[in-house]
């Protein structure tokens, strides 16, 4: 694989031209809080090594040309003309975030931009968002705005765009998001956006989705973020996300709630007559979810990662068994997890339904951990998985 460095290079043989922009945006894990974000939760999650590289320059003809290292054919289009391509549907999260700033006004005009990931596919990291809010910062840098005003920023003295302060990167977030929502297709809550955004090395990201705060909590100790794929592909456009999210929304609606935020254990065990069993199902694993964040904070304040790790744990399987996010892989995964030395905690991270895993180890222990991983779930499953180590990184840039 190229390396990261090199997009610029990469850039440079695609269009022959130096850029005068080059911007990465970092994949996101999420520790706990699975599928809260869109029901007015709470989330914990953290920005990771691996990112979406994005090097772009100007161009006068009103078009927009896309080169990817991870695919061989190019896409163009004129720059306020948006059509769906499905011979390049990756590039549908660069044409939704260039919508989006068109309808806020905010015109891109033409730009040649080259794109390098290494953030693996389908591992949960959130590689659509970071390609996202990598789009909205190249733009940034090409045709100067603010939001929510559009007004350009004050260069400093030597030129340079001063960074996004934490107003402007949440409602970048927030475009992001409706690029996802309303072009894509993918009813996404804010987390995956905002994580990438916000990220802060040894720090995990506490969003309330409630107002949309964000907190760092220190997650400092020997410990290290273990990834691992289950090489099952999982696509949320095809209506899995979005059917969870209805049944969600249909729960809280008929518990007289705004959101399942505003419920808790005790008040929908009393009213569980109300709901379908699928619906009790989805929020009961909600509101244990949300809870855990709470209690998932305090422990990374008190520096207690085998406590946090628990909660890890109990996460996964509510939702194995109520949320039934989880696969039969992913289990394999958790489970084989759960017995090697060193492991804090386990649990599927992201959409779910196939995808990966998130494991909290012990910095002694990592490459022994993941080398027994992978060949536990072999024996499980038959399938080959290739852990990878991450560290929590800073934000977009």
């Not at 997009?7 to 809080?33: D, H, I, M, N, Y």
């Not at 109300?274 to 520096?303: F, N, P, S």
Request: aromatic share 8%.
């Amino acid at each position: 694989m190229m390396p990261a460095t090199d997009v610029t290079a990469f850039f440079q043989k695609a269009f022959g031209q130096k850029p005068v922009s080059v911007v990465r945006a970092p994949g996101r894990l999420e520790l706990l809080g699975n599928h809260t974000d869109y029901n007015q939760g709470l989330v914990l999650a953290v920005a990771v090594d691996k990112h979406i590289y994005m090097a772009a320059s100007p161009r006068n003809d009103g078009k927009v040309e896309l080169a990817s290292t991870a695919f061989a054919n190019r896409e163009r289009f004129n720059v306020d003309i948006f059509p769906k391509n499905p011979a390049a549907a990756w590039a549908d999260y660069v044409k939704g975030v260039l919508d989006q700033l068109h309808k806020r006004g905010i015109h891109a005009r033409g730009f040649n931009a080259a794109i390098h990931a290494d953030i693996p596919m389908g591992a949960g990291m959130s590689s659509s968002a970071a390609l996202e809010v990598a789009t909205a910062l190249t733009v940034r840098n090409l045709v100067p705005y603010s939001l929510p005003t559009g007004e350009p920023p004050v260069k400093d003295g030597s030129g340079k765009l001063p960074d996004p302060e934490p107003r402007e990167k949440l409602e970048i977030a927030k475009l992001c998001q409706a690029a996802e929502n309303q072009f894509v297709g993918v009813k996404c809550g804010l987390l995956d956006q905002v994580s990438s955004l916000f990220g802060k090395a040894h720090h995990a990201i506490e969003l309330d989705c409630q107002n949309n705060s964000v907190t760092h909590v220190p997650m400092l100790g020997e410990v290290v973020i273990v990834v691992a794929n289950t090489g099952v592909k999982h696509e949320l456009v095809g209506g899995e996300y979005n059917a969870l999210r209805a049944d969600c929304e249909s729960a809280a609606r008929k518990l007289g709630a705004k959101s399942l935020r505003a419920v808790d254990a005790k008040f929908l065990a009393s009213n569980k007559q109300k709901l379908t069993d699928r619906e009790y199902a989805c929020a009961y694993h909600i509101v244990g979810e949300i809870q855990r964040v709470v209690y998932g904070a305090r422990a990374l304040l008190d520096g207690d990662f085998s406590q946090f790790g628990q909660y890890m744990f109990q996460s996964h399987e509510s939702s194995r068994d109520f949320f039934k996010n989880s696969t039969s892989e992913l289990d394999a995964l958790v489970d084989t997890a759960r017995t090697l030395d060193g492991c804090f905690g386990a649990r599927l991270t992201g959409g779910g339904f196939g995808g990966a895993t998130i494991n909290l180890v012990h910095r002694n222990k990592v490459d022994s951990f993941m080398e027994q991983l992978a060949n536990g779930y072999k024996r499980l499953t038959g399938r080959e998985t290739q852990p990878m180590r991450c560290e929590i990184a800073d934000g977009a840039k």
